[in-house]
């Protein structure tokens, strides 16, 4: 496969890990990496969904299973890479998630789950990436991705928060690391159109599309882009910047909620409780 807007061999030599690049996103992005000519590491929970996306994804791709909220589990990502490759030049930070529901009905536990996955798996996976391979190495790049909307979004509250605090700690290690070469940047999704939106109610995804002034959800193929672009050289000088990719969904200040969001009883249906 070649990339639709990067020349062949952009990011030749390259080894980047992509944390939940099995799936959506990071699987796009995986691809788009590749394409490009990087060796591409995937990693996530599930072996399956890691070997059947590596398989698919070609030669360059490997894969490693682990859970980013581990530090354990998060040193021997790095480690992986390291051992295949002997370098790790790019961290992409895509492992994250919360769940729909509104605000006051997000107990304690849940704001505890979804901070420790996305603040908590993003700088475990960053620091590990830093201190045994980066710095060492004298230089890399890490790629957190977080959430648009910045001013907040209804239904994942708890998921705002997080993001923005994975926000302040991408400013914050972009100046404390840049002495060692390396730099820290974050892309900001709007909404896009992955399989994980299945999740949440019919009316929820219907009415996503409507809240974003450019008329639709976002392909995973731009969102690749903007990760190869940051992965590229024009991304360290883009260290401690957060760059929105959002079709201008950040700019939308309409009514909550958006039309044909609520249900018959005028509420807005949440996401249904995991099972097993
Ligand atoms: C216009 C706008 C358009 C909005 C729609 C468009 C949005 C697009 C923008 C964003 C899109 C995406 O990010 S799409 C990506 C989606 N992908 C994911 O979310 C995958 C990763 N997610 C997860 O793993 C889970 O959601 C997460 C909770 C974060 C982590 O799971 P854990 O295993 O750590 O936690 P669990 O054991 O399941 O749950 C812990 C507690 O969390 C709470 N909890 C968990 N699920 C709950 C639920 N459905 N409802 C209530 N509460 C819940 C309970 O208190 C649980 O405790 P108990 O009560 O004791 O069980
Ligand atoms: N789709 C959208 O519109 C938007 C998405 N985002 C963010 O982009 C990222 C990708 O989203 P998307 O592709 O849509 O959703 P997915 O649910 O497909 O992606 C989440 C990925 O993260 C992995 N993951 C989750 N928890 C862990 C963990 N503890 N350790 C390691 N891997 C983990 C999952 O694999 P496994 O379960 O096997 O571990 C999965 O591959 C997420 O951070 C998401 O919140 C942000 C804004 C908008």
Redesign the pocket.
């Given at each position: 496969m070649t990339s639709q807007i990067f020349a062949d061999g952009a990011l030749e030599g390259q080894v980047i890990a992509v944390?939940?690049?099995?799936?959506?996103?990071?699987r796009a992005a995986a691809a788009e990496l590749l394409a490009c000519g990087a060796s591409v590491v995937i990693?996530?929970?599930?072996e399956e969904?890691?070997a059947e996306a590596a398989d698919e994804l070609g030669p360059r791709c490997s894969w490693v299973a682990?859970?980013?909220?581990e530090a354990a589990d998060a040193e021997r990502i790095v480690d992986a890479c390291l051992e295949r490759h002997g370098r790790l030049d790019t961290l992409v930070n895509?492992?994250?998630?919360?769940y729909f529901v509104p605000a006051e009905a997000i107990a304690l536990k849940g704001w505890r789950a979804v901070t420790r996955?996305?603040v908590g798996?993003t700088l475990t996976m960053a620091t590990a990436a830093y201190d045994r391979a980066m710095r060492p190495a004298g230089g890399g790049m890490v790629i957190n991705?977080?959430?648009?909307p910045h001013h907040g979004l209804a239904g994942m509250t708890h998921?705002s928060a997080a993001r923005a605090a994975v926000e302040g700690a991408t400013r914050e290690l972009a100046a404390a690391w840049a002495p060692d070469g390396v730099a820290v940047c974050a892309a900001a999704?709007?909404?896009?159109d992955?399989?994980?939106?299945d999740k949440y109610p019919e009316s929820v995804r219907t009415a996503a599309a409507r809240t974003v002034p450019l008329g639709r959800?976002?392909r995973v193929e731009e969102h690749a882009w903007l990760i190869a672009l940051l992965a590229s050289p024009l991304g360290r000088r883009l260290s401690g910047s957060v760059v929105t990719l959002d079709g201008a969904r950040d700019n939308w200040f309409g009514p909550w909620p958006p039309a044909g969001m609520a249900d018959e009883s005028g509420e807005v249906p949440t996401e249904e409780r995991r099972r097993g």
């Open positions: 944390t939940g690049g099995g799936t959506g996103l990071g990693c996530g929970r599930r969904v890691l682990g859970d980013v909220r895509n492992a994250g998630g919360q996955l996305n798996g991705v977080t959430l648009s998921s999704a709007g909404h896009f992955t399989p994980a939106l959800l976002g």
